[in-house]
C-alpha cells in the first residue's frame, strides 16, 4: 500500500515552455501532498506543501508565479514549471502522506527529470 | 543553515558485515526521524523511524538509534547485503509540523 505514483518520470522540453508534472496517490487519499527539489549531489529540498483545496504553502526562495501548485482532488497534486528555463533543470519529486498525522512517514513517487534545453 | 546533516557521503562495507550510517541535527524542537533509502532516478523508499521519546527502533536488518542530548542518530544495517548498496536520507520533522527537513545523504556501497 501507500503507492504515490508521478508522471511523467522525464521531460526534455525547449526553455520558454512550461511543463506539468502530476503526483498521484493510488491506493490512499492525502489531504497534504509536498514538492520537492533535488539537485545532483544534494538533498531534498521541500519547495512547496500541496493542500487538497486551497493554496499551496511555499517555502522561502521559491517563486509562486513560477511553480504552480493545484491539489484539486484527495488523490492529485499537480506542479507546474512556467516558462521554464535551463537553470529550472533539475530532479522533482513528489510525496504524499497517509492519514493526518504528523508522525506518519511520506511516501515519495519516483521523480521527474527535467531537463530544459 | 543545514538542521540535519550527514558529515559521510559514502560509505564502503564488505558484505555480511554491519553498516553504520550516522546523521546529526541542530534544531532541539525536531521528535520524529526518518531514514529513507534511495536508488538513482527513482524516489526516495522509508525506511524506518523513530520518535524522540525512544532511543532505539528495530525493523529486521535495520535499528535507528537516537541520542537526544547528543542530537545524534544512526541507522544500522546487519548483515549488510549488495542490494542495500543506495544512498541513504536521514529526515527530521517537529511535532505537529507536516514539513521534513532531508539530510544530504550518504552513499552506501556494500562490497560482494
Known amino acids: 500500500g501507500a503507492v504515490v505514483s508521478q508522471h511523467p518520470s522525464w521531460v526534455i522540453c525547449k526553455s520558454g515552455t512550461s511543463v506539468k508534472i502530476e503526483c498521484r496517490s493510488l491506493d490512499f487519499q492525502a489531504t497534504t501532498m509536498f514538492w520537492y527539489r533535488q539537485f545532483p549531489k544534494q538533498s531534498l529540498m521541500l519547495m512547496a506543501t500541496?493542500?487538497?483545496?486551497?493554496?499551496?504553502?511555499?517555502e522561502q526562495g521559491v517563486e509562486k508565479d513560477k511553480f504552480l501548485i493545484n491539489h484539486a482532488s484527495l488523490t492529485l497534486s499537480t506542479l507546474t514549471v512556467t516558462s521554464a528555463h535551463p537553470e529550472d533543470s533539475s530532479f522533482y519529486i513528489c510525496s504524499a502522506r497517509v492519514g493526518g498525522g504528523s508522525n506518519q512517514p511520506q511516501h515519495f513517487g519516483d521523480g521527474t527529470r527535467l531537463s530544459i534545453l | 543553515d543545514q538542521q540535519v546533516k550527514q558529515n559521510s557521503p559514502s560509505l564502503s562495507v564488505q558484505e555480511g558485515r554491519i553498516s553504520i550510517l550516522n546523521c546529526d541535527y541542530t534544531n532541539s524542537m525536531f521528535d520524529y526521524f526518518l531514514w529513507y533509502k534511495k536508488y538513482p532516478a527513482e524516489g526516495p523508499t522509508f525506511l524506518i523511524s523513530i520518535s524522540s521519546i525512544k532511543d532505539k527502533n528495530e525493523d529486521g536488518r535495520f535499528t535507528v538509534f537516537l541520542n537526544k542530548s547528543a542530537k545524534h542518530l544512526s541507522l544500522h544495517i546487519v548483515p549488510s547485503q549488495p542490494g542495500d548498496s543506495a544512498v541513504y536520507f536521514c529526515a527530521a520533522s517537529a511535532g505537529g509540523y507536516q514539513k521534513v527537513t532531508f539530510g544530504t545523504g550518504t552513499k552506501l556501497q556494500v562490497i560482494p
Open positions: 500541496s493542500n487538497e483545496g486551497s493554496k499551496a504553502t511555499y
